[in-house]
């Protein structure tokens, strides 16, 4: 094909679609190819969006018909045993108010189709159900556009974007990322279940536009690295859980076995009750943290979103940090082409911007964190049955002395954990997340 | 009757009601209403009280009073004389000189309805040589077959077909006319219903008669199949309706029953028509007729693996029955056409339908529903088909139908000789 | 030699895609594609056109959303596109949508007369094959129904012959063109779009026709054209679902608990199936 662009995008999801508007609205002339029949088609994720982050890009999206399920004001975390459970909550109606859409869920196939949407009216062209195979490559060997799978199929472009995912065949193939190892992904197995907005407005006490989300932890993974979630959509509500891959691969558990059983806790089922299932999905999710981060420039190309593996498990981000790298990208790219320089050292621009910002700092903070779970299975098997002892005992009116239960649990915890190993991990996690 | 603040008097929607069909937002000449959160609202100030909206809600979900006059459309100018048309008609359809099974299935339904309305049962019959096929309608229900003998109709030709039809229509006025949904029957039925400019619904699953106007109900399933639809025709003669072979019952057969055959003329013009250069039949020799088979088992999107095919096969052989399977089998190029139960398959209709591996979605369903009882082998306790079915066993079909067919063989010594089709 | 392509946008019900990288496998989005019978046809009238000259337009009746199945039949080689939007013709029965469609192909055959009508044989989204004879009537088009293979377009006396699948059998049939021909998968798949004609497509605009536009007689499109009305809506009686047997208590045990039940219970089905008497 003849027609080159100035910048070519590989996935139209929150990345590619970020970098496209901000690129199409410098007049930058921009393709993005997607894989799936149309934007979303391939995505998943629990489903809540940040809204500073999309602000960033659109600044009016709740003008625009942006498809939001609901807006979240109470945050919850649960830690979960095989039959129990402590909840914790915050509720804020200042997220109903000045901080409104501060999180809110979507539902992917409407929402990036949407999102898609607004690029092809700022000028970008969005091409769909066509795969990016490889990279067109000039004769010094730099990137120089991208090849698709169709007749005719090569597209060349002064600035590729890799925005394709955690999967992201693309870099696996040209060696622009080093081959993720089982332990640097989780697998998430998710299922949406139609209710009517009436019950669960009842059932979490929210009006018909608000919501809440829950992070779950415990032994619901099946005594693996994972964590499980349950978010509030307008008609219907996710729950997913998902486990870090190296533990499927040990364990033997069947994913599906995982979510049957999470459906049936008893601190889920009644939230689920008489729902319907109306859509499965599975998913990878980049847990590997700041060290699986690849150079994320080269000679004529970028990497955004989660092909660069930017995903901070521990506060269950990863839109917000694809939607703020592909627009950092983008304005590298701006700046590059200004410079008419989009060489490896003018694109390097790209991973200042990174580091100076949240994205980069956040990654770093939490660089430890994924090890840190991934080494105390503790945390999903020991510690939540002791946790269940603990609460159990001490509510459970009974005639005992507080003393003796006090000795009881705390011989429990010597006995399954140790004093001394608890210690430790309560340590080592602190220093993980500092 | 909520008032806006002009004071009109207006529409209101009960949003509980609503389904969504959008029905009312293009009827609406003042674009008054808009969808919000799946449902339709009217905004008040806009609407000004025509009630149109309410003409066209199929769920009644429209609070409105006010009479309107409207000028009839096609959809109100009635057929002229509609009061003259009496009597419910079936088409029989004649393949290579016998009488399609869904033609006296119909004529049994026809019967039916025709003594609710207390009018007679009308047959229509081109074709040539018929008069035998004429005979077997009186015995399987007709008061009246109106035959169309000529060489004309020999061989089935859409224009000529659709030109004798739509005459014996315009004379004999029946007031029902139903044809079977067969490959000739679909080709035909639109032909004659826009010819008559008349109502056509098509797959009916239902027909019923509504005591208190005489009208025809029509059910189907529609919006993807949850829903079933009741559907009307109200104004327009003959309310034409086409149903699947196996969807009614075939009626007895009663040769002593008495009727009349009247010969009609076609008056047709004499039309340069398509020209059948040849037919070849398809090779009948080990041809699968799954519609005949009293048993089925139905091969799911769960149960694709050819390995076990084999396996498959001997347990139907053992039931007597026959391997039939879902779309994505023959899509994949799995299964051939005709095993294809479904939608865009065959309708089937077997005593006893073992699906394995078979989600049984609405498309699927719909070709399987008169099944007498149903077997559902899945992983899926969700999967649709193992909510309806009358037995249904959840886990692994590699490793259930091996155990099956060694425990039928004990409890049924019958099963110990070989099963004969395949 | 003008063409004019019917085409319908449907929600993809039938695909469960299991993607093995992404493991995604079951989308409740908003897909919808172009129905599969029709691109088809629009497949089948390109490659006319590139054997005997000529031109395909291809039209839907439809919300602005369906433009996308026509840029669909345009990345395939489709010359022009019209989309038929209007909230008149919302409601339509098969007897409106056919005096739609066919008013709209009367006005493309002024310009460049129309000789052949492609129609997919049904719409997989729960239509039942009308349409493309309604059309042919209108039109006073010979019919020519599931139509597997185009066998010969004689341009100059203007015939064409085809095969068609009918119950049983295959026929090879001739007729006199103009003619309208509803098309079964078997004609042929649809070619993989090239890259610049599929983003060709994605650019092209497309001229929205409404009622005005094809002269239609306002009572005649839509509902208020339909004689068909939809009297009630309701859920279908389920049939209900009977035991359960979960080989996860046991394969042996479940099995024995599920054959002793149905023996007990369908004695009556059971002899008559496995009766040799009644087989064959």
């Known amino acids: 094909m003849n027609e080159s662009f100035d910048v070519a995008i590989v996935g139209a999801g929150p990345a590619g679609i970020s970098a496209a508007c901000i690129l199409a609205d410098a007049g930058i002339k921009t393709i993005v190819f997607e894989r799936g029949e149309y934007p979303g088609s391939k995505n998943m994720s ?81 091409v769909p159900a066509t795969v990016v195979v490889d990279f067109l490559r000039d004769k010094n060997g730099r990137v120089s556009g991208v090849v698709t799978n169709r007749a005719d199929g090569e597209v060349p472009a002064s600035v590729v974007l890799l925005a394709d995912g955690v999967n992201s065949p693309l870099a696996a193939k040209t060696g622009f990322r080093a081959e993720l190892k089982p332990e640097h992904v989780a697998l998430a197995v998710k299922e949406v279940i139609e209710l009517p907005a009436e019950v669960i407005e009842q059932r979490f006490c929210v009006s018909p536009s608000d919501g809440i989300t829950t992070e779950v932890l415990g032994e619901i993974t099946g005594g693996m690295d994972g964590v499980a979630i349950i978010y509030t959509n307008k008609n219907s509500i996710s729950i997913s859980v998902g486990a870090n891959l190296a533990d499927f691969v040990r364990t033997k558990i069947k994913p599906y076995e995982l979510i049957e059983a999470y459906k049936q806790h008893p601190l889920v089922a009644p939230l689920i009750a008489g729902g319907k299932p109306i859509e499965y999905t599975a998913h990878w999710l980049a847990e590997g943290g700041y060290y699986t981060i690849p150079q994320v420039y080269g000679n004529g190309y970028l990497i955004a979103g989660d092909s660069a593996m930017l995903f901070n498990a521990l506060h269950r981000e990863g839109s917000n ?62 510690l939540p049955q002791v946790a269940q002892l603990a609460a159990r005992e001490m509510l459970t009116v009974n005639g005992i002395s507080k003393k003796q239960k006090q000795k009881d649990i705390m011989a429990e915890i010597r006995k399954k954990i140790g004093l001394f190993k608890l210690a430790r991990i309560i340590w080592r996690g602190w220093r993980s997340v500092k | 009757m909520p008032k806006n603040s002009k004071g009109r008097d207006i529409a209101e929607i009960i949003p509980a009601k609503c389904i969504g069909c959008q029905l009312c937002l293009g009827e609406c000449p003042v674009n008054a209403i808009t969808m919000e959160g799946g449902v339709a609202k009217i905004d008040p100030e806009k609407c000004i009280g025509c009630g149109k909206c309410v003409d066209v809600c199929p769920a009644n979900s ?165 829903i079933m639809a ?100 023959v899509e994949a190029g799995l299964l051939p056409y005709l095993r294809q139960v479904g939608q865009t398959g065959k309708t089937v209709a077997p005593k006893l339908y073992i699906g394995i591996g078979v989600s049984g979605a609405v498309q699927h369903q719909v070709g399987m529903q008169g099944s007498e009882r149903v077997i559902a082998i899945n992983t899926d306790r969700h999967a649709p088909l193992v909510q309806i079915a009358d037995y249904a066993i959840i886990g692994d079909y590699t490793k259930i139908v091996p155990e099956l067919i060694k425990g039928l063989k004990e409890r049924a010594p019958a099963l110990l000789k070989e099963g004969v089709q395949q | 030699m003008h ?44 490659k006319l056109t590139e054997r005997y000259g000529g031109k395909v337009t291809v039209i839907t009746m439809g919300p602005q959303q369906a433009d996308s199945a026509l840029r669909d039949c ?110 079964e998968l078997q004609l042929g798949a649809p070619r993989y779009a090239s890259l610049p004609n599929l983003i060709k497509a994605l650019r092209q605009e497309i001229p929205v026709w409404g009622a005005r536009e094809i002269g239609a007689d306002p009572d005649m499109v839509g509902l208020k054209g339909s004689p068909t009305s939809v009297k009630s809506i309701f859920a279908p009686p389920p049939r209900k679902g009977g035991p359960v047997f979960d080989t996860s208590d046991g394969l042996e045990n479940s099995l024995n608990s599920f054959l002793d039940t149905l023996f007990q219970k369908d004695q009556s089905i059971l002899t008559e199936v496995l009766n040799p008497n009644s087989k064959g």
């Open chain 1, 46 to 126: 629990g489903g809540v969006l940040y809204g500073h982050n999309l602000r960033q890009i659109l600044p009016n999206f709740d003008q625009l018909g942006c498809p939001v399920e609901r807006n979240i004001i109470e945050s919850r975390i649960w830690y979960l045993s095989k039959e129990a459970g402590y909840t914790i909550g915050y509720r804020d109606n200042i997220f109903t108010q000045e901080r409104k859409y501060n999180v809110f869920t979507v539902g992917r196939a409407k929402f990036d189709r949407w999102f898609a949407d607004q690029a092809r009216k700022k000028g970008a062209l969005i």
């Open chain 3, 3 to 46: 063409i004019v392509c019917c085409i319908k946008q449907v929600p993809d019900t039938t695909q469960v895609k299991i993607d093995p990288v992404t493991n995604t496998l079951i989308r409740a989005g908003v897909e919808s594609i172009c129905n599969p019978y029709d691109i088809v046809g629009v497949e089948a009238a390109v």
């Open chain 3, 74 to 183: 345009m990345a395939i080689g489709a010359h022009k596109a019209i989309l038929l939007s209007d909230r008149a013709f919302a409601g339509a029965d098969t007897l409106a949508t056919s005096y739609t469609l066919a008013s709209a192909i009367t006005k493309l055959s002024a310009k460049d007369p129309v000789e052949i009508v492609i129609c997919g044989k049904q719409a997989i989204d729960g239509d039942t094959a009308q349409t493309g004879p309604g059309i042919a009537t209108r039109l006073d088009f010979n019919q020519l129904t599931y139509v597997s293979e185009i066998i010969n377009l004689d341009l100059e006396k203007k015939v064409i012959r085809v095969r068609r699948e009918i119950e049983g059998a295959s026929q090879i049939i001739e007729a006199n063109l103009p003619v309208l021909l509803t098309v």
């Open chain 2, 230 to 329: 009741t559907i009307l025709c109200r104004n327009h003669r003959p309310q034409m309706s086409t149903v699947r072979p196996k969807v009614m019952k075939m009626p007895k057969r009663d040769p002593e029953r008495q009727g009349e055959i009247r010969a009609v003329k076609y008056e047709g013009p004499a039309e340069i028509v398509p020209r059948i250069i040849e037919t070849i039949p398809f090779d009948t020799a080990g041809a699968v007729d799954i519609t005949r088979s009293p048993v089925l088992v139905v091969l799911g999107k769960g149960a694709c693996d050819t390995k076990y095919f084999p396996m498959l096969e001997e347990f139907a052989r053992l039931l007597g029955g026959t391997i039939a399977c879902s779309r994505p089998l």
């Open chain 2, 62 to 226: 429209i609070l409105f009073e006010k009479p309107r006059k409207k000028k009839a459309t096609a959809a109100e100018q009635k057929t002229p004389s509609i009061s003259e048309y009496k009597g419910v008609a079936v088409f029989i359809e004649v393949n290579n000189g016998v009488a399609a099974d869904v033609s006296w299935e119909l004529m049994g339904k026809g019967r039916e309805l025709a003594e609710k309305l207390n009018v007679p049962v009308i047959g229509f019959l081109p074709g040539y040589k018929v008069a035998t096929i004429a005979k077997e309608a009186i015995y399987y229900g007709c008061d009246v077959v109106y035959t169309m003998d000529d060489p004309l109709f020999q061989v089935y030709i859409s224009k000529m077909y659709g030109n004798a039809l739509t005459q014996l229509c315009n004379q004999v006025k029946p007031e029902i006319f139903l044809i079977g949904a067969t490959p000739l029957g679909r080709d035909l039925s639109s032909i004659i219903a826009t010819k008559l400019k008349t109502g056509l619904t098509a797959d009916c699953t239902g027909l019923d008669i509504n005591p208190e106007d005489r009208l025809l109900l029509m059910t189907r399933p529609t919006f993807g199949g949850n």
């Open chain 1, 321 to 382: 940090l694809a939607m703020a790298s592909g627009k950092m990208a983008a304005e590298t790219i701006i700046e590059a082409l200004k410079r008419g320089d989009t060489s490896r050292k003018s694109l390097s621009l790209y991973a200042e911007k990174l580091n100076d910002s949240f994205v980069m700092k956040d990654m770093k903070k939490y660089r430890n964190f994924p090890a840190f779970l991934y080494n105390t299975h503790q945390l999903f098997n020991e």
